[in-house]
């Protein structure tokens, strides 16, 4: 069955940067597009980036574009997603997703979900 298994998050301060890994199996995993969603407390589901299924193609919210970063290893079935110059609003719950409908902001379009990784930035 399919898996994403997301790593990588934790506690870090205004400034520092984090890079999220997401292990997929159970599926082509190039044959997906991915992408990194997050979720802060008390907020919904929000869209950071997508990268299409041979990383040709990127997209980034308008809060990442600049400091964050998605890329694939199609050989070792990994997402990543390097952030820089994390904020205090960058904290969440990040989520990895693979779709099969192209590279998409929408998370309608996305078949498989991880379980997540906190990242928490401390001011």
């Known amino acids: 069955q399919a898996q994403l298994v997301e790593s990588g998050g934790g506690l870090v301060q205004a400034g520092d940067s984090l890079r999220l890994s997401c292990a997929a199996s159970?599926?082509?995993?190039?044959?997906?597009?991915m992408g990194w969603f997050r979720q802060a407390p008390g907020k919904e589901r929000e869209f950071v980036a997508t990268?299409?299924?041979?990383?040709?193609?990127?997209y980034y919210a308008d809060s990442a574009k600049g400091r964050f970063t998605i890329s694939r290893d199609n050989a070792k079935n990994t997402v990543y997603l390097q952030m820089n110059s994390l904020k205090p609003e960058d904290t969440g719950v990040y989520y990895c997703?693979?779709?099969?409908?192209?590279?998409?902001?929408?998370?309608?379009?996305?078949?498989?979900w991880g379980k997540g990784t906190q990242v928490t930035v401390s001011s």
């Open positions: 997703a693979a779709g099969f409908s192209g590279a998409t902001i929408w998370y309608g379009n996305y078949k498989y």
């Open positions: 159970g599926f082509t995993f190039s044959s997906a597009a």
């Open positions: 990268i299409s299924r041979i990383g040709s193609g990127t």
